[in-house]
């Protein structure tokens, strides 16, 4: 059973800073590309920013030069440092990880954390 638990969210007021967790658990061999995506109330999920396996990262243009996604391997952890927030990042933060069913498996089963809130007050 693999287990993603995301921590961190909050209240905060724009222009401040926030810093998420993400803590892959259970029956693993390794975890490829771990990433962040959000949903706001009334609008679809979307991605935020994502890190490879050689932490090669990718964002989102809204997130650009305020956010930044970083893992950790050994600890099987992802964050997201979140500065310079606005109120527009209001969103329910959910962690994202792809992970092999077997050692030797090319296929990758993508697993979801639970969310945590981020709101962002004016």
């Known amino acids: 059973q693999v287990r993603l638990v995301e921590s961190g969210g909050g209240l905060v007021q724009a222009g401040g800073s926030l810093r998420l967790s993400c803590v892959v658990s259970g029956s693993i061999f390794s975890i490829d590309a771990m990433g962040w995506y959000r949903q706001a109330p009334g609008k679809q999920r979307e991605l935020v920013a994502t890190?490879?396996?050689?932490?090669?990262?990718n964002y989102a243009d809204s997130v650009k030069g305020r956010f930044t996604t970083s893992r950790d391997n050994a600890k099987n952890t992802v964050y997201l440092q979140m500065n310079s927030l606005k109120p527009e990042d209001t969103a329910v933060y959910y962690c994202?990880?792809?992970?092999?069913?077997?050692?030797?498996?090319?296929?990758?089963?993508?697993?979801w954390g639970q969310g945590t809130q981020v709101t962002v007050s004016s």
């Open positions: 994202n990880a792809k992970i092999p069913p077997a050692r030797w498996s090319s296929v990758r089963i993508d697993y």
């Open positions: 890190i490879t396996t050689d932490s090669s990262t």
